[in-house]
């Protein structure tokens, strides 16, 4: 490696920055909640603000998802937006853009291809998984997403390339260990021998169960609360409860740690069949590994308790956006 270099993964809901450089043990990872789809003229500044936190890097390699973000009417829409506004944060370096085909392509080139430089994080961390280990399923479960990609004779083999694609195949799970809203997660839940239907409201998140239920600490609550209270364990109980529309003085912590775990489980299930679905279409040729990563990743391990699968878990510091800037360094030319 010739000199720092930095990795992005820019979200709708978080800015993610890694610096890889021969001087560092490890990676130096700084990540940042932004709520792009509130400010999104606030993007190129929170990039800067980002990336002053780290030295300074003699190249950026770039992953997104931010174009889904709902200000924008098209992909394409948020895709030239995010380009435009790394061009005008660091107006002195060309980033490299990674896209689903496995290549890097400058500013210019993804304006031009905006489908292929969507969504492209989870290539990116399948890409380098598959390095080390050439048969798997990387199983990444993040704070929105669960990413199942399978991993064949080192070689990515994922059905879907597009969103609306992975989503058909189970390749892409819409489950997260943090902001998947509980009413997305389930329709009913246990209270006192009984089912009850949950509010279609937006009153408790993934966060608040796991929270709940010591799966996270306070500090790992990395989003907004859905009431712009805390995040202590009773905080999340407490919006638990709206969710039946009570309160901590109707029901009890043995009714909440009910609901949390109802829920926690249907979140795991929902992970399994798309493993189960993606282990289906490989058939014989799947692998017997799983290798597990991000913020939920105790969710993937408890979706795989009766597979047949050897379970190894990556560092929790691994994401995209250390992947992206270990895939441009392996490039000869950078």
């Known amino acids: 490696m ?3 270099i930095l990795g992005w993964d820019i979200g709708g809901a978080n800015i993610k920055a890694a610096l890889i450089d021969d001087e560092y043990a490890a990676p130096v990872v700084a990540e940042r909640p932004f709520a792009l789809w509130r400010e999104p003229q606030r993007l190129a500044s929170i990039l800067v603000e980002t990336a002053d936190s780290l030295p300074t890097p003699r190249a950026m390699a770039v992953t997104m998802t931010a174009e889904l973000a709902d200000c924008f009417a098209t992909k394409r ?7 435009d506004a790394l061009r005008a944060a660091f107006p002195a370096v060309d980033p490299w853009i990674y896209g689903v085909d496995g ?7 993804a304006h031009h291809q905006p489908q292929l430089v969507a969504a492209a994080n989870w290539m990116a961390s399948a890409t380098l998984v598959a390095q080390t280990v050439p048969d798997a399923l990387f199983i990444d479960v993040g704070s929105t997403t669960t990413d199942v990609v399978p991993i064949v004779g080192g070689q990515v083999v994922a059905v879907g390339r597009t969103d609306p694609d992975r989503l058909r195949s189970g390749e892409l799970v819409y489950t997260g260990a943090l902001r998947t809203p509980v009413c997305a997660i389930v329709s009913s839940v246990p209270l006192r021998g009984d089912r009850c239907r949950v509010a279609a409201e937006h009153f408790a998140i993934a966060a608040d169960v ?4 010591a799966h996270i600490e306070e500090c790992d609550y990395r ?3 859905p009431d712009g209270r805390g995040r202590s364990r009773s905080e999340a109980g407490a919006r638990l409860a709206r969710m039946v529309c009570a309160d901590l003085e109707m029901i009890g912590a043995e009714e909440i740690t009910a609901i949390a775990e109802h829920v926690a489980r249907a979140q795991a299930r929902q992970i399994a069949a ?3 679905d993606v282990s289906t279409r490989l058939g014989s040729d799947c692998p017997h590994v799983a290798i597990l990563a991000g913020h939920g990743a105790f969710l993937a391990k408890a979706a795989l308790e009766d597979a047949d699968l050897e379970i190894r878990d990556l560092a929790t510091g691994f994401g995209p956006a250390v992947a992206v800037a270990y895939l441009l360094a392996q490039m000869a030319a950078i």
């Open 274 to 276: 798309a493993v189960r």
């Open 210 to 213: 796991h929270r709940w239920l």
């Open 223 to 225: 989003c907004e609360t």
């Open 77 to 83: 829409e948020g895709v030239a937006f995010v380009l």
């Open 2 to 4: 010739k000199g720092p």
């Open 103 to 109: 290549r890097f392509r400058s500013i210019d080139a």
